[in-house]
């Protein structure tokens, strides 16, 4: 198997703040739309828009930090564990998003935690498997392939003369 590693990425301190911060930014943007619907359309007739920003405010900072809080805790757990395997494969990944939905879930016990473990890392093994299966559905555009010969020229056999 081909090592996928992305050299184009921050060493393994930085990436953390990096993936951290991205993660905290997709929920705060997500969770603002998300947020300004909810606020808008439980608010009544005609304080639509004062609701839909009061409830952006208050709840997109706490679905940022919730997002930025899971990347963050996925980045450190996928640079432990690329430090102790000492490669860079799926497995990483699987093993990063087991450890951190474990970790996330742990105040609710070691039973909830174990089972949202479980879930994190079969949803990051699917992320996994369907950007392999992407990969390799889209690299066969880029196969070499032999030209495609004559009308004329594919039912008949070429006699091989040797000089």
């Not at 699987?94 to 994190?120: E, H, K, N």
Request: glycine letters at 16%; a positive charge.
């Amino acid at each position: 198997m081909a090592s996928s590693a992305d050299h184009t990425r921050d060493p393994c301190p930085w990436v953390i703040l990096n993936d951290f911060g991205g993660a905290f930014s997709m929920g705060a943007v997500g969770g603002g739309i998300w947020h300004g619907i909810k606020g808008a359309r439980n608010s009544p007739r005609g304080e639509r828009l004062v609701g839909a920003i009061s409830t952006i405010k208050a709840r997109a900072p706490v679905t940022g930090g919730n997002f930025g809080v899971w990347g963050g805790m996925f980045s450190t757990f996928d640079c432990a564990v690329k430090g102790y395997r000492q490669k860079e494969d799926a497995w990483n990944a699987i093993i990063s998003g087991f450890m951190t939905g474990g970790c996330l879930a742990a105040r609710s016990g070691p039973r909830s935690a174990f089972g949202s473990a479980v879930a994190c890392g079969i949803l990051l093994g699917v992320f996994e498997g369907v950007g392999v299966v992407l990969n390799r559905m889209f690299s066969e555009v880029n196969r070499p392939m032999l030209p495609q010969l004559p009308e004329g020229v594919q039912g008949q056999s070429v006699p091989i003369t040797s000089s």
